[in-house]
Structures are given as C-alpha cells and as structure tokens.
C-alpha cells in the first residue's frame, strides 16, 4: 500500500511529531530462548519517521535473519517508542505482517501513537516461508503482539498541532488531508490487523493530550494482545465465585469476537431479567434457577456445569446461554441456543457427557482463529474495565466476600 500524502516539514503534528527527528535505531539482540524455542530478537527504539519500515527490513537482511532460513523460528522486534510519523507507523505495521515479525512492549518500555499502530502489526509464524512481495495481498496469519508487566502501550489519533504563527490556507489544508487519509489506511486495513473496525474509534478519538492505554482487562483482549504475566494461577481444585462465572461468561462471549464486553453486562442483566419474567408467566418454576449449576459427567469423571442467559441470537426467539466448566486444564465457556433450561439440556438426558454436550451441532462457535487466544485466563474473570496490575486483588476479593460456588 502506497503512501498516499507527507505533511510539509513546517507542519507539526502526530504525522510528523517535528521536522528535525532522529530515524528510529534498529539493533538485533542475537538469538534467545523464548517460552516456545529460540527466537530471533530485535528492538526499535526513537521516534519512528520515514523510512523506519526499510530500515528493519534492512536489519533483518544485515542479521541474515529469515523465515527461509529457518521456518520454525520466531523472530520478535521490541518496541520503544514515543511516536512519530503516522503512516510510518502503518507501514511498520505492514512491514512486520509481511515479515512474519511478533511484536512485543517489554518491562518499563513504552510505545505511543505511531509506535502503538506498527505494534499491532505483530504476527505468529507464518503458514508459508516464502516471502510476500510487496505488490501481493498481505499474508494471512494470527496476531502475535505481547505486553509484558509494566509495560505502557497508548493510542491516540493522528492530530494538528500548529505553532504560533500564520500559515497558508493550502498547507494546512493538506495537512488536514493527510491526518484524515491516515486513518483511512487503517481502518481499511483493521481486518488484516484482526482488529473490528467498530472498534477502531476508541483508538483514534482521543486528542492530542489523551491517549487511550491499553492496560486494563478489555483493550488486551479486544486488540489481541498476550498479556504475558502468568504470576497468578488458576490451579486444579480452585474456587470459583458467581461474579467470577458472570464476568468469564460476558467477557468471553464477546472477546471470541474481538469486541468489547463493557456493554455486555447491562444486556445479560436485561436477559436475564427477560427470562425471569418469562418463566414466571409460564410457571414452569425455572425463575428460581436461571443462574444455577448442574452436575455432569466428562468422560468418567463427575464435575459441574454453572449456566445463565446472557444475549439473545439474531432472530430474537432465543436466549443464548453461557455454560461455564471448570475443566481439567482450566474453566472454559460455550454458548448455546435455547428457550427454556428444560430445552437448554434437553441434549445431555441422552447422555450426561460434557465433552459431546459441548461439542454438539447447537453449540454457538466463537473463536478468535487463535487457540491459544481463546483460552480462558484470570483476567478474564474479573470486570473488563479492571486495570491489569488489579486482576489477582479482584479475584482474591471475590474469593474472600462471596461463597465458592460448588466445593469438591
């Protein structure tokens, strides 16, 4: 994709943060153990300007760093940046998809604006070795782009700073247009990205003095980042509380589909709500039991099933249920259609299994086309709007207010 228009060097603004910047340094680190092999690293680091996605393609070749010379080796650029030119952080980002480079924000590390787009440029191993020309569609591939502990990773629009002074209609003007085809390019890229174009806006409203932080629970889960603290666990045998299954169930339904969960909890409290009065206008009783739990069988073992309505599909005429279960490997979540609890399991009287029950024809697929993406981790169960520093004080706050669920 071409750069489509440069702002004068006269003009300052988050597409050029000033005229006199230093091209950002691009080091190669060697070769280091990473949590899934040997990993190929580098790290960018100084305000990002033109030229920045050639010069890492440049290093890379400097390094004899390449997919072709070994498929099976991630190779990872750290970031750190406060910013710079805003197509350049577009271009960063397209450069690393075709690449095949990961991304990632260590400890006290920061990358902003343009920094922040060329991170989410961040892929796993590419499918194919091969390397993409530059006139091909870009590859496809899943998002790989990691945030570490203490690590500060901000967005905010492309804007116009004008200093003191009188400028001509004209420059400003292309300046204007430039900010304005900036985001074109990436909201026209955001499904490349495996980002939702609905929820660009949250990235690109801020102004120039706010930036919205991708640190709580939501922006890491909405924008496919791997938050990478693994210190707090959830272990076999471990407790769940009501608040802790409500917040797994919303979050999870709607973070499979890379959208923001922060709505979602008002609209399960109305479903449920709905069903309430729907089943005491039926006087079926199931009003008592709309967030219950159920005993089941996975595979010879007995464990539980905790569930509630919390959506309604496309047509309106049924609930969607969320079922949560604890698991061996850890608790998961899936969704499935039903009126009534009684239709809901009318499934599991045949066999009580939760394996085949939750891997039926009904159940509602959601992924995020990550696997590991998908899985369910602490952060999950806590409030979206939940800062990532507070995940273990919520979960312990829970623990230590609210009754555990089912004890074994």
């Not at 990691?146 to 200093?163: N, Q, T």
């Not at 589909?257 to 109305?270: P, V």
């Not at 608790?331 to 009126?339: A, D, L, V």
Request: with cysteine.
């Amino acid at each position: 994709m071409l750069r489509p228009l440069t702002l004068c060097a006269a003009m300052v603004s988050a597409l050029a943060l000033a005229s006199m910047t230093r091209a950002a340094e691009v080091a190669f680190e060697g070769i280091k153990d990473g949590q899934i092999g040997p990993e190929a690293r580098f790290r960018l680091e100084g305000d990002i300007v033109e030229g920045d996605s050639v010069r890492v393609a440049a290093a890379l070749r400097k390094a004899e760093v390449s997919y072709q010379q070994d498929p099976w080796r991630r190779i990872v650029i750290a970031l750190n940046s406060s910013g710079g030119e805003f197509h350049e952080g577009i271009d960063l980002a397209i450069t690393f998809r075709r690449l095949g480079l990961a991304t990632i924000v260590r400890s006290a590390d920061a990358c902003y604006s343009a920094c922040a787009i060329a991170f989410l440029g961040g892929v796993d191993l590419p499918k194919d070795p091969t390397p993409v020309g530059e006139d091909e569609p870009l590859p496809s591939q899943n998002p790989s782009r990691s945030l570490e502990k203490d690590a500060r990773l901000g967005f905010h629009a492309p804007y116009l700073a004008v200093p003191d002074g009188n400028y001509e209609a004209e420059l400003v003007q292309d300046a204007y247009r430039a900010a304005v085809l900036g985001i074109a390019r990436l909201v026209a890229l955001a499904h490349r990205l495996y980002i939702v174009p609905a929820e660009l806006p949250r990235l690109l409203a801020p102004g120039r003095d706010e930036m919205f932080m991708a640190d709580d629970v939501d922006a890491v889960r909405v924008l496919g980042i791997k938050y990478t603290d693994y210190s707090y666990q959830i272990r076999k045998g471990y407790g769940f509380t009501r608040s802790m299954i409500l917040n797994g169930c919303v979050n999870k339904y709607y973070h499979l589909q890379r959208r923001s969960s922060a709505g979602g909890f008002a609209n399960a409290l109305s479903v449920l709500n709905e069903f309430i009065e729907g089943s005491q206008l039926m006087e079926n009783g199931e009003e008592t039991i709309a967030f219950g739990v159920r005993k089941v069988m996975q595979g010879t073992a007995a464990t539980w099933v905790a569930y509630l309505p919390i959506a309604k599909n496309q047509d309106g005429d049924r609930f969607v249920w969320c079922l949560f279960s604890p698991e061996v490997g850890g608790p998961t979540t899936f969704y499935k259609p039903g009126g009534t609890i009684e239709e809901l399991f009318s499934e599991l009287e045949e066999k009580n299994d939760l394996w085949s029950y939750s891997f039926s024809g009904t159940t509602i697929r959601l992924s995020t086309g990550d696997p590991i993406d998908d899985m369910m981790r602490p952060l999950d169960l806590v409030p979206p709007q939940t800062k990532l520093t507070d995940v273990e004080r919520q979960l312990e706050t829970y623990r230590a207010s609210e009754e555990i669920v089912v004890r074994r």
